[in-house]
């Protein structure tokens, strides 16, 4: 079936530093979601990427959907210590009753 | 708040015991979902709803029954539950499903089975 991998499942950075983490779906995608996910919280929806190539940004994250439709990305830049969280990406795959398969998600901790 | 809620936000207990978590949301939406959530698992997709109408069950388990007695309310009924049952429980609601805009997610119910 329809697998969407993030890998790895966990990343620690410094303060400041830049972070990146992708997701990859064994089939094309109609669309792509990302969210995120506060230690003790709820997956929240960040943003939804539909056309190929293409590039949103909300404030210092810039999410970017794959010229295939197949994988996307996630940057933060200088990241911060409220950036803590388990990010999952989630798509649609192409065709009709589709559903949305989330990935196992990367959580990502901070060091002040 | 979300929008979603649910009730209660943390239940435990006993393998004989019967209990039902409740869903509630406020925004209109047509599709609601349960989704399990156990540690180091990708979110488990349980039941879909669609207009008050099941639409999708991922072979779950019949100790989970779910209700939508209305396109704003979901229940999930459980009875009998393993210990391995134990998850964070998670309601969601879209305007249509598949969704085209994203879930929202309400705050989750924690289910210990002791």
């Known amino acids: 079936g329809q697998q969407v991998m993030q890998i790895p499942q966990y990343q620690h950075v410094q303060e400041g530093e830049d972070f990146t983490t992708y997701c990859n779906s064994s089939t094309t995608l109609s669309n792509i979601q990302w969210y995120k996910q506060r230690p003790g919280g709820h997956p929240v929806f960040l943003i939804q990427?539909?056309?190929?190539?293409e590039v949103k940004k909300q404030k210092r994250l810039t999410f970017q959907f794959g010229e295939a439709k197949k994988n996307s990305s996630l940057h933060i830049t200088a990241t911060q210590t409220t950036d803590v969280g388990t990010y999952f990406c989630?798509?649609?795959?192409?065709?009709?009753?589709?559903?949305?398969?989330f990935g196992k998600g990367i959580t990502l901790s901070v060091r002040p | 708040e979300t929008g979603v809620t649910q009730t209660p936000r943390h239940l435990v207990m006993g393998m004989t015991n019967k209990k039902s978590l409740k869903c509630e949301q406020h925004l209109g939406h047509n599709a609601m979902y349960w989704y399990k959530q156990s540690a180091k698992k990708p979110l488990e997709l349980m039941f879909v709803?669609?207009?008050?109408?099941?639409?999708e069950n991922n072979s779950v388990p019949s100790r989970f029954s779910p209700e939508c007695p209305n396109s704003s309310h979901l229940f999930l009924h459980l009875h009998t539950l393993q210990p391995e049952d134990s998850a964070l429980y998670l309601c969601?609601?879209?305007?249509?499903?598949?969704?085209?805009?994203?879930?929202?997610f309400g705050s989750g119910t924690r289910l210990t089975v002791v």
């Open positions: 990427l539909v056309k190929s190539g």
């Open positions: 969601a609601s879209s305007q249509e499903t598949p969704p085209s805009y994203g879930y929202t």
């Open positions: 989630a798509g649609v795959m192409a065709g009709a009753n589709s559903k949305l398969t």
């Open positions: 709803y669609s207009l008050e109408e099941r639409v």
